[in-house]
């Protein structure tokens, strides 16, 4: 593969994105070491599944809105690889296929952390990848991908991540995955804002959509105070003082969803969609800080 070519494919994983993967894993490794029951191999392997789905994920979607035609020249965002004509449609579709697939085998050793009921929790996974964007009811297309965001991408993350360490759930995993689930769900709040005109050709039901964009910025920042709620409650709980720190990419986030308001060009909302991944990375490395030095 040329340079070229590989830059075309790390584009293509949409690598701002990639903080959505790796902060509920952090999460909830911090709270199992909390609990005293932190392990490092059901931790990487965790990691490493909600990596590939994550990639899994963008490349279904690049290739599904590719052939939809949702994904047109015009778009403010960077250019997608089957839209732009840089990776055919045929090899995008099985380089999905390989990745979730790759992904689903991952998950399968983590049955022996947590018992054979996370079969479900990876099939679930990998078909609502696809079904993201795809299948006869795809969710982006129907108001439903901020619910798939937050459930998979924070209440199950954090919790499996969580549950594989310790072998019991807690309410304390459940709060923490609503908070990160919510703050990773802007990512994709910042990617609806950006491309509402296009989506409302393409008839992509997106909450951005259906409510405007006034909306979105309510939700954008509704979604950091709850954040901010759940770990002040942390902090009140016993953490102490490490958790107030959390506080300062929530704070951040609120400078973002400013300057969401006011992009327009491309480079102002990749720039958006840039700091609010540093807001869930932020977010998820202080809490995760004060839930083990504590």
């Known amino acids: 593969m040329t340079k070229q070519g590989l830059s075309i494919w790390l584009e293509a994983t949409r690598p ?20 005293g029951e932190a392990q490092v191999l059901p931790a990487l392997i965790c990691l490493g599944f909600a990596l590939l789905v994550q990639i899994g994920t963008n490349f279904a979607n690049d290739y599904l809105d590719g052939v939809r035609g949702t994904d047109t020249a015009a778009r403010l965002g960077p250019p997608r690889a089957v839209a732009g004509g840089l990776v055919c449609a045929r090899r995008m579709k099985w380089v999905a296929i390989i990745t979730l697939a790759v992904a689903f085998l991952l998950g399968l050793s983590l049955i022996a952390f947590g018992g054979w009921w996370l079969l479900l929790v990876g099939v679930a996974s990998v078909l609502c990848a696809w079904a993201y964007t795809g299948g006869p009811y795809p969710l ?20 499996c991540t969580f549950y594989v360490q310790t072998g019991f759930i807690s309410p304390e995993a459940f709060w923490l995955g609503l908070a990160i689930g919510l703050i990773i769900n802007n990512l994709l709040v910042v990617n609806n804002y950006r491309d509402i005109d296009e989506d409302r050709q393409a008839e992509k039901r997106t909450l951005v959509v259906l409510f405007g964009r006034k909306w979105a910025s309510v939700q954008y920042g509704v979604s950091l105070l709850l954040a901010l709620v759940v770990a002040f409650g942390f902090g009140f709980l016993g953490l102490g003082f490490w958790v107030f720190l959390s506080a300062l990419p929530i704070a951040f986030g609120f400078r973002v969803n400013q300057s969401l308001i006011h992009a327009k060009s491309a480079k102002d909302f990749q720039l958006c969609l840039k700091r609010t991944a540093l807001v869930a990375i932020g977010y998820s490395v202080l809490l995760s800080l004060a839930l083990v030095v504590n």
Request: glycine share 12%; hydrophobic share 60%; proline share 5%.
């Open 140 to 159: 982006a297309y129907n108001g439903l991908g901020d619910v798939f965001v937050v459930l998979f991408f924070g209440l199950i993350a954090v919790g």
């Open 16 to 35: 701002k994105t990639l903080p959505a993967a790796v902060a509920p894993v952090l999460l909830g490794t911090a709270l199992a070491h909390r609990v």
